[in-house]
């Protein structure tokens, strides 16, 4: 794993193994300027939120510089992640040395961007450079709107607000980032077009330019992207006095599990998925003091689904203006996709499966999503594993969905409101729809272009040749397969779920060395004579009031319930070890009114009984 420290607010790095990053100054190389703000929206920005703003265009300024090893997972990965050291000068230290603060935040980043994070936060030095350095133009009105939303220029950001403002009457204000004059083009394009079919007054757009200056960037995939837009748009939406703001992106791209086993990079980001945007509002509610919520009205939409919100607004002649692709670099005046990364390639499926291929000809791309010849580099690749993850989705009953995608498992228990039992259903509904949407394509172009395909005149390197001529065809299964694959797992035995508690090394153990420690293992240590003496009495095992075990542990009532929050977190890869999906009450039983305790179908064993394949570290 690759190491670097950086350090922030400095003119130079204090050592040969550090680099200097800054906002301001002569030596000033991060850009950060938030344009046509009011002056009465600047006044409600607190210091704090200005010390969001920094730390974020850092985090992902940095995340550009900062180079990556291969993109493949070669010796597990060891030279794609980077193990990234800040330290920060901020206003307000004393938030920011809130440990539950470092915890989350880091704990975030990491899911989002698989990286390792540690932050050293210092005072910032006198004198603080002043907000109004980041605000170049104020203006002296400012419309008061329904809505904060982020917004990208893309397919689903552009449906999102065709939804709100046109379908549902909404008025919105807009926060849009851009590194590229390009991208901001786009955007203002696609709001100039909407204020011309007379929606200006329910529109406000703020652009946002954050950007390494002076600097190339080595690192193209920006996985840290979503958390400096969703810092955005907090503070945006605080300006504004409201608590919550929106994400426009469908359920699909959103959980995004890997198409390709050994191939990562941008294809399998989480730059929306649930659990990172549970992370950033227990992030901002805790800096804030006050709850704050990201809305995803698309989630549960497929591409296609999304695409068609468009076509049912009347703004189809739009599409076209909307750009998905995240190569401006080689961009120009008529193509601005590159038909080959995986946002094209989905973005074009979408299009095709809604129906709206007259609104955007395929000469848009570089590459024909299709017909186009892939044969050069990993393009081909790319394609066909978009193809054969779906296609494996459609052949995935019900029962076995969450053991042959266990990436999906760590979204179950992100939507508030839904069990993880509904959201895994749904879930699956959803990937099913969005499968049986690239099956659709396909099958058409086979059709379309069946003669050409047989008289062999398309490129053999294009992925509807590809998909034609593959040697080996799987046999349809039986109508009642998903009925006999049900009676087959219903039949097995529920797996017995052990666990020993070692008193020594002060751990609890499971199967496969996954093991609690630190805080998790006191949480653990707190509830368990309670269920030692109902199993020795085979009695139910009681409940043990919530603020009991906050005074036994020593923490305050809230502070428990986050411990117990990450005490179920690091039980996730159980779920692939046990081959089963684990809800938040598989361990630490919760019930309302009533408590915590262990859950009586678990089973304490001896130390000695507990099988280890190799030591694999659950973080307290």
């Given amino acids: 794993m690759k190491r670097f420290f950086v350090e922030c607010g400095v003119s130079q790095p204090s050592g040969s193994d550090a680099i200097a990053m800054d906002v301001h100054g002569d030596a000033k190389n991060v850009n950060l300027r938030i344009d046509y703000i009011s002056r009465t929206m600047l006044g409600n920005v607190p210091d704090l939120l200005i010390d969001l703003l920094e730390l974020a265009a850092y985090i992902y300024c940095a995340d550009q510089r900062l180079g990556r090893g291969s993109d493949k997972l070669t010796n597990f990965g060891e030279n794609w992640r980077r193990s990234l050291h800040f330290s920060v000068p901020v206003r307000q230290l004393e938030i920011w040395q809130n440990p539950e603060v470092h915890e989350v935040l880091a704990g975030t980043l990491g899911f989002l961007s698989d990286d390792s994070y540690e932050f050293d936060f210092r005072r910032a030095e006198t004198p603080v450079q002043p907000k109004e350095l980041y605000f170049p133009h104020l203006i002296d009105a400012s419309a008061e709107h329904d809505e904060v939303a982020l917004f990208s220029g893309g397919i689903d950001s552009f449906a999102g607000v065709v939804n709100d403002v046109v379908t549902l009457g909404k008025s919105i204000t807009l926060v849009g980032h851009y590194s590229s004059s390009k991208v901001r083009n786009v955007q203002e394009s696609l709001i100039e077009g909407l204020s011309q079919k007379g929606f200006d007054r329910r529109i406000s757009y703020i652009p946002v330019w954050v950007s390494n200056q002076g600097v190339s960037a080595r690192e193209f995939t920006q996985r840290t992207r979503s958390f400096l837009f969703a810092c955005l748009g907090l503070v945006v939406a605080r300006m504004s006095g409201k608590d919550r703001f929106s994400f426009y992106e469908n359920g699909v791209i959103s959980i995004n599990p890997p198409l390709a ?360």
């Fill in 261 to 620: 086993g050994d191939v990562i990079g941008g294809r399998a980001t989480r730059t929306t998925h649930p659990k990172v945007l549970r992370g950033l509002e227990a992030l901002f509610s805790i800096l804030l003091d006050h709850q704050i919520e990201i809305q995803t009205p698309l989630h549960w939409l497929t591409k296609k689904e999304v695409t068609q919100k468009i076509k049912e607004a009347d703004m189809s002649d739009m599409l076209g203006q909307t750009v998905s692709c995240t190569r401006p670099r080689i961009w120009t005046e008529r193509q601005k996709h590159c038909g080959v990364c995986s946002q094209c390639i989905d973005r074009r499926f979408a299009v095709l499966a809604a129906g709206m291929e007259d609104h955007e000809p395929s000469s848009n791309y570089m590459r024909d999503l299709l017909l186009g010849d892939r044969s050069a580099d990993d393009d081909l690749r790319m394609a066909l594993s978009y193809v054969s993850f779906f296609q494996k989705v459609a052949a995935t009953p019900k029962e076995r969905f969450l053991v042959d995608f266990p990436e999906v498992v760590s979204a179950l228990d992100q939507f508030p409101g839904l069990s993880p039992d509904d959201a895994g259903e749904r879930i699956y509904n959803l990937f099913q729809r969005h499968a049986k949407a690239v099956e659709d394509v396909i099958t058409a172009a086979i059709s379309e272009h069946g003669a050409r395909l047989y008289r062999n005149e398309l490129p053999s390197g294009s992925l509807l040749a590809t998909c034609f001529s593959r040697g080996h065809v799987e046999a349809a299964p039986a109508p009642d397969y998903d009925a006999q694959a049900k009676a087959f797992i219903d039949r097995l035995s529920s797996p017995i779920l052990d666990f020993a508690f070692d008193e020594a090394a002060k751990r609890v153990l499971f199967h496969g060395g996954h093991h609690l420690d630190g805080a998790n293992f006191r949480v653990v240590a707190a509830l368990i004579e309670n269920f030692r003496e109902a199993k020795r009495q085979r009695a139910d095992v009681p409940f043990f009031p919530a603020t009991e075990l906050a005074d036994r542990l020593g923490v305050s009532d809230q502070s428990m319930r986050q411990q117990l929050g990450r005490l179920r977190k690091t039980l996730e890869p159980l779920t692939v070890t046990l081959g089963i999906p684990l809800d938040q009450d598989s361990f630490v039983q919760t019930k309302e009114r009533a408590g915590y305790r262990l859950n009586p179908e678990w089973r304490e064993v001896s130390v000695g009984d507990i099988r280890v394949k190799g030591e694999v570290t659950s973080q307290a």
